[in-house]
């Protein structure tokens, strides 16, 4: 009797054990990750505070500025008046003009301290000719309206970044690039535009015609002059299905190759930033070409609160970044199923954005050439945990060489990995951004590559001088097309300004 009690005990035990190992199990599969997902989603509000009147800043947080803003028109003829008089005047005063878009430079490429900033926004007309594929485009158009209109008639962008809410002048500006996979940067798409220059003269740009312009101002930010409308060449409207292989780090150059194919419209990747595994393995998406009779209709990009919260979790986070890669890689995004290339090109970059008043995201983005990827790879993981740096996100994206603009990044193919950070926006962690990027780039240079110039100013000149050894060249054309450097912004305060013999470069810095 003694032992049947026994063993009824001992079962009654067992099942206890089952039952509260089967709860440990279900709180760490399911509890947990919701408890984390309902914390981050109950802190995720909007304290972003309104500028002041006459201040601008850009999409770094971090450089709010006095300018006067103009808005300019969106009919042709009034718009060249309004800027002829604007371009008059500030002659006349001795101030500067930078254009502008939707500012999503990080380096203050759209600013200048008591200038006058061109709002473009409203410069927006557009008209398709179907026969050549030729849209004409004005520079203050964004891609968000410029999508939907090709998309009416079968058309799309051939190359332009992988969201949406960017201008047509500052991509141009920018020379972008995205997941159009063995395409050359935007610039290649670029078939001619007209510039009004300092003095307000009007000039019509092609490779043909006033060729050096074409190249200066496609990537030029801004700084040669004012772009009124653009040629550019569309393609049509594809069809496509996802695939998504996950891949070592080491693989991923070999894999992209043997997925890639002649049917492949767009392909990206991602690295994982869990620790893990930080940036030792990717996931690699590729968006075949598949018939179709007739297109899919575009719909509204739509603003997924789910993922937005799994995407903020991350944020100072190694169980958030952990739990997101896992959720990555069983999701599957769009594998499998139909999505037209527009469908794939319009979405906003805002949903992920971070809405603190305090805080902000930065980009920075570094081409590397493929056979130097693991290594460059393997530095990054050195330094970044060195520097306890949050890294929220890293994509991967080919791009052809680039024969078109005078200061370009991809003299070669090239693989851009475009890295977000997150952190507090104050004087201390700026200072250990600019620490962590100027790492970085010495890890790129080492091993081939470049970094990108549309981000936070940290490199320094030296840098500047030896990832971009055209640009030297590219200031001194500027001071020639702009003998009063009418046009200017921070970036070239920062690296273009006369150097003075006998001066070093660290007191432009300090004057800045």
């Known amino acids: 009797m003694l032992r049947q009690r026994r063993s009824i005990h001992t079962q009654i035990k067992t099942v206890l054990l089952i039952l509260l190992a089967a709860i440990a199990i279900s709180f760490t599969i399911v509890a947990r990750p919701l408890f984390h997902l309902m914390q981050t989603a109950r802190s995720d509000s909007n304290e972003r505070v309104p500028l002041p009147l006459e201040s601008i800043d850009d999409a770094s947080h971090l450089n709010q500025t006095r300018m006067t803003v103009v808005k300019v028109s969106s009919n042709l003829s009034i718009a060249k008046r309004q800027l002829r008089e604007t371009l008059q005047n500030a002659e006349l005063h001795s101030k500067k003009v930078i254009p502008s878009g939707s500012r999503h430079t990080m380096g203050g490429h759209t600013i200048y301290r008591d200038g006058i900033a061109l709002d473009m926004t409203q410069f927006n007309q557009m008209r398709l000719n179907p026969i050549t594929g030729i849209l004409t485009v004005q520079s203050g158009a964004t891609w968000s309206t410029v999508i939907p209109y090709l998309h009416q008639h079968g058309f799309s962008v051939a190359v332009m970044q992988s969201n949406n809410d960017f201008s047509i002048g500052g991509t141009m500006s920018a020379n972008a690039h995205g997941w159009q996979h063995d395409h050359p940067p935007f610039a290649s798409t670029v078939e001619s535009f007209q510039l009004m220059l300092a003095d307000g003269r009007v000039v019509r740009c092609s490779r043909q015609e006033n060729a050096e312009l074409f190249s200066l101002v496609l990537g030029g930010y801004g700084l040669f002059g004012i772009v009124l409308d653009v040629n550019l060449r569309a393609v049509p409207d594809q069809l496509y299905t996802a695939q998504r292989t996950i891949v070592p780090s080491q693989a991923y150059i070999e894999t ?136 929220l996100n890293v994509t991967i994206r080919n791009v052809h060489p680039d024969s078109d603009s005078f200061l370009r990044y991809a003299d070669r193919e090239m693989f851009g990995l475009v890295m977000l950070f997150h952190q507090a926006r104050t004087p201390a962690e700026d200072a250990k951004m600019q620490a962590l990027t100027q790492e970085l780039i010495e890890a790129a240079l080492a091993v081939g590559g470049r970094y990108y110039l549309p981000y936070r100013l940290h490199a320094t000149p030296e840098q500047f001088d030896r990832a971009y050894p055209q640009g030297r060249e590219f200031f001194q054309l500027k001071r020639k097309y702009d003998p009063n450097q009418l046009f200017q912004n921070q970036f070239y305060a920062r690296y273009g300004l006369p150097q003075v013999p006998g001066l070093v470069h660290w007191k432009k810095e300090k004057r800045l």
């Open 256 to 391: 992209y190759r043997s997925k890639v194919s002649e049917k492949t419209g767009m392909a990206y990747g991602r690295l994982s930033i869990a620790p893990e595994n930080f940036l030792q393995e990717a996931i690699l998406t590729v968006y075949d070409q598949v018939p179709s009779e007739q297109p899919l209709p575009l719909t509204a990009s739509s603003d997924s609160q789910l993922a937005r919260t799994i995407f903020r979790g991350s944020v100072g986070s190694d169980y958030g970044k952990s739990l997101r890669w896992q959720l990555e890689k069983l999701s599957g995004g769009e594998a499998g199923s139909e999505v037209s290339r527009n469908q794939i090109l319009n979405r906003p970059s805002t949903l992920f954005e971070n809405h603190k008043q305090a805080e902000t995201e930065i980009l920075h983005e570094y081409f590397i050439p493929p056979e130097s990827l693991e290594p460059f790879l393997e530095k990054c993981r050195q330094i970044i945990p060195a520097h306890q740096a949050d890294l």
